[in-house]
């Protein structure tokens, strides 16, 4: 899998949907936007700054969601929320307004492991309200959601944009309520 | 700070897991009374053998107890989250190494004067058995967590990761027991001390930072 | 200098030189290694203690030291690699391994046929071969972590780290193993350890290491020079090579 002649920036207030077929490289190639896996060449830069010159800043700006949702699941919902906050330093607040708005409020006692791949989807989805970042890297946010989760997302994605935030996303399917600002099309190599 | 929580993340996934815990410690238990009905139940012989027994057992246990720290995170995408907010690939290694050790070395520390009983190690031996642990035991973690980061997304790793870090515990091994041997025979054994508490300082600074690179490594 | 470097890292310009170069290279070992024979087989004496035996060493103490500046070649390959991001000293890396295995599994064999009629049994605890006995399970980890890894880039740079593990680690296990061995063996190992070698010696023991060095270079060019043909295989070049 090759990438290359890629050169694109992401304005603040911005939504970007990145599209391209199956193993075209979208997925690798947000990875490697993220520091997860690394480019051969080229750079990132982040506020006019080099990624690799203050990874952590850089980090603490980002959310990723990609296809693994991430939760431990000996840990319940709250938990494994209560930690990602934790883990930037922030201190733990309560995820019950956001639960409740993807109808999971009344489970955030329950270990993840008890829940659906659909739950846990949501869950994983509830970290863009809980913890503060300027760039949300998503990977096929859809999958596994139900109609409901997907306005909720959608207006989330409006929402986020029209305070300033920079979204790059990846989907098969368009997502309706959204319109992008930008679109970036991977295509295969004419061999 | 970041050290702090995710160490507490560890102690908590542990906490709901305590199986993983004991697992180990049975492991040492186990393999460690193979030996009076392997050898003969002679209280001489075993006291002769009984630094090295206990100490390829500690190893061992330590060893086939650092998959179930590091191969659960990587399988459901928490590591890569977990490298994505913390930033540091390293910090990451050493959070999980400390965790590994408090949670399996310190117990196996614990558990060994029980064993050094039953091998009838005398008690000046016990008291070098356990300060050679505890200065062995989370350099064994730090190490292991080197070859267990690199070979994390490989199938069946298990035999591999022996393959990889067995070598590379050889001082450790060579160190710890022959300070309990020495002790055994009324010698000195601060030697021995000094050797173990260089190559702990020594894994402590540069193990995490391999071990950070060979996760951003395994996690591309 | 840059640009001398950044060839380098050219896997064509690599595979076109060593081309050229190869054939020297292995006249020059089949050179050396007759005339390092010969001198070591009829024009060297025997030894005054251990007779015909001694000449065991002109091929030992070669292929022991080889077997270590094989595995630092690896470990300064990989460094170059991992830090310039050079795809070129990965495959050098690589090929390094199995030669350095090679060496360390000869530099074992003949330490056990030289030990038999000195020391009486075909292996002893000695520091000197308990080092090269595990710097064959350090060869052959690197060859088993690179061989279970799939995806080439990764494996490259997950083998890369263990070999830079493994050095600094070497000298350590090195020191470690020489202290349990004075302290268990006391003075039964300086049976080996010869205080000088005799010049008559000397020169046919030059030879060989010479020989070696020069196997070291030819095989690890031939090895490299396959190894670049396998991870370009999709490339122009590689592709129109095969084709005439």
Known sequence: MLLHGLDFSLPEGSLTWLQGGNGTGKTSLLRCLCGLGEAEAGDIFWQGEPVARDPVRFHQELLYLGHKPGLKSELSIAENLGFFRRLRGLPVIDPEPVLEQLGLARYAGQYVGSLSAGQQRKVMLARLLLEPARLWILDEPLVALDHESRDWLAATMMAFREEGGIILYTSHQPLDQVRPDQQIAIQEATP | ?220 | ?244
Not at chain 2, 189 to 206: P, R, S, T, W
Not at chain 3, 113 to 118: A, E, L, S, T
């Open chain 2, 1 to 220: 700070m970041r050290l702090a929580a995710l160490l507490r993340r560890e102690i908590a996934i542990a906490g709901r897991n305590k199986a993983a815990i004991l697992i180990p410690l049975v492991f040492f238990v186990l393999v460690t009374s193979l030996f009076p009905f392997a050898v003969s139940p002679d209280a001489d012989q075993l006291a002769l053998l009984a630094p090295g027994v206990i100490w390829v057992a500690a190893l061992l246990a330590t060893l086939l107890s650092l998959e179930h720290f590091y191969q659960g995170d990587y399988l459901d995408g928490s590591l890569e989250q977990l490298l994505l907010t913390t930033g540091s690939p390293a910090l990451l290694a050493l959070a999980k190494s400390i965790g590994h050790w408090l949670l399996t070395g310190l117990p196996l520390v614990l558990v060994a004067p029980m064993l050094g009983l039953l091998l009838h190690l005398p008690l000046d031996a016990q008291v070098a058995m356990v300060l050679t642990l505890l200065l062995g035991t989370p350099a064994l973690c730090l190490i292991g967590a080197i070859g267990m980061c690199l070979t994390l997304g490989i199938n069946r790793n298990g035999i591999l990761v022996s393959l990889l870090i067995l070598p590379l515990y050889i001082p450790v091994l060579i160190f710890g027991s022959s300070g309990v041997q020495a002790a055994s025979l009324g010698l000195p054994y601060d030697g021995q001390l000094a050797l173990l508490a260089a190559i702990f300082i020594l894994a402590l600074v540069l193990a995490p930072v391999a071990a950070g690179h060979a996760l951003k490594i395994s996690t591309s």
């Open chain 3, 1 to 244: 200098m840059w640009l001398w470097f950044s060839r380098l890292g050219s896997p064509k310009w690599f595979y076109e030189l060593a081309g050229r170069w190869l054939p020297w290279t292995w006249a020059l070992t089949v050179l050396l290694f007759v005339a390092g024979s010969a001198l070591a087989l009829l024009f060297s004496p025997p030894d005054y203690q251990q007779g015909e035996t001694v000449r065991i060493m002109y091929l030992h103490v070669p292929a022991a030291f080889l077997s270590m500046a094989c595995y630092l070649t690896m470990a300064i390959a990989s460094v170059i690699a991992l830090v310039w991001r050079m795809k070129m000293a990965f495959a050098v890396a690589r090929s390094c391994a199995p030669i350095g295995a090679a060496m360390t599994a000869l530099a074992l064999f003949t330490g056990a046929v030289w030990g038999k009629p000195i020391w009486g049994t075909w292996w002893e605890w000695d520091a000197r071969l308990t080092s090269e006995l595990v710097l064959l399970f350090l060869y052959l980890g690197y060859i088993a972590l690179h061989e279970s890894i799939s995806e080439q880039s990764q494996a490259d740079r997950a083998a890369a780290v263990l070999a830079i593990v493994g050095v600094v680690n070497l000298p350590i296990i090195h020191f470690s193993v020489d202290w349990w061995n004075t302290l268990h063996q006391g003075a039964s190992i300086s049976r080996l350890q010869k205080p000088a070698i005799d010049a008559s010696m000397l020169w046919p023991l030059f030879t060989m290491l010479a020989a070696f060095f020069a196997f070291f270079a030819a095989s690890l060019m031939s090895r490299v020079r396959n190894e670049i043909l396998k991870r370009e295989a999709a490339s122009r070049w590689v592709k129109a090579l095969v084709k005439a």
